[in-house]
Nanobody, 115 residues
Framework: QVQLVESGGGLVQPGGSLRLSCAAS????????MRWYRQAPGKQRELVAT???????NYADSVKGRFTIARDNAKNTVSLQMNRLKPEDTAVYYC?????????WGQGTQVTVSS
């Protein structure tokens, strides 16, 4: 059974930090590229960050310099460290694992940035 489970979301004040985690099971995690997406109400889902199986990273311009994606293959987890959060970061955040032709998604975790 393939499973991706996000955790770490919640309510935080502007300027604060949160660390999201995604726990993977049921597939060979180390061979998959992992991605974080987010979707705000009424808006299209957008790619936030990617980390390849080799550890290379890429970020959306809107989060570059504030967010950091990392993976721990020994623990089958991928994280998203979010610093200097802004109200516009409010969204449901999703974890995705990708190795052609396989494509798996988590259920999402809510992040709300509000004073």
């Amino acid at each position: 059974q393939v499973q991706l489970v996000e955790s770490g979301g919640g309510l935080v004040q502007p300027g604060g930090s949160l660390r999201l985690s995604c726990a993977a099971s049921g597939f060979t995690f180390s061979s998959y590229a992992m991605r974080w997406y987010r979707q705000a109400p009424g808006k299209q889902r957008e790619l936030v960050a990617t980390i390849t199986s080799g550890g290379s990273t890429n970020y959306a311009d809107s989060v570059k310099g504030r967010f950091t994606i990392a993976r721990d293959n020994a623990k089958n987890t991928v994280s998203l460290q979010m610093n200097r959060l802004k109200p516009e970061d409010t969204a449901v955040y999703y974890c995705r694992g990708l190795q052609y032709p396989w494509d798996y998604w988590g259920q999402g975790t809510q992040v709300t940035v509000s004073s």
